[in-house]
């Protein structure tokens, strides 16, 4: 069974940093494309950063330049470092396997997320 646990969320000023960490089990880690999304309140999930098998990464367009996604598979742990956080960037924050070229999860079950406030 799939489990992801994520943490390192919390409150923030804007321009402030936060790393996110999600540890996995029950699926050989280093065989899958993870990523990250984010759920804001009211809106649909969408997908935020991932880093391929290969550790090739990529990001939506509105956090390239500011998040940086990252894995350590010894580890089964998968890292979203956040830098200049907006306002806009306040949401819950879950980890995935993903399908590249659909920007879509892998997996139907989530973990509980890790909450992203950032205030103005």
């Known amino acids: 069974q799939v489990q992801l646990v994520e943490s390192g969320g919390g409150l923030v000023q804007a321009g402030g940093s936060l790393r996110l960490s999600c540890a996995a089990s029950g699926l050989t880690f280093s065989a899958y494309d993870m990523g990250w999304f984010r759920q804001a309140l009211g809106q649909e999930r969408e997908f935020v950063a991932c880093?391929?098998?290969?550790?090739?990464?990529y990001y939506a367009d509105s956090v390239k330049g500011r998040f940086t996604i990252s894995r350590d598979n010894a580890k089964d742990t998968l890292y979203l470092e956040m830098n200049s956080l907006k306002p806009e960037d306040t949401a819950v924050y879950y980890c995935?396997?993903?399908?590249?070229?659909?920007?879509?999860?892998?997996?139907?079950?989530w973990g509980q997320g890790t909450q992203v406030t950032v205030s103005s």
């Open positions: 880093a391929r098998r290969s550790s090739i990464t």
């Open positions: 995935n396997a993903v399908d590249i070229h659909t920007k879509r999860s892998t997996f139907h079950s």
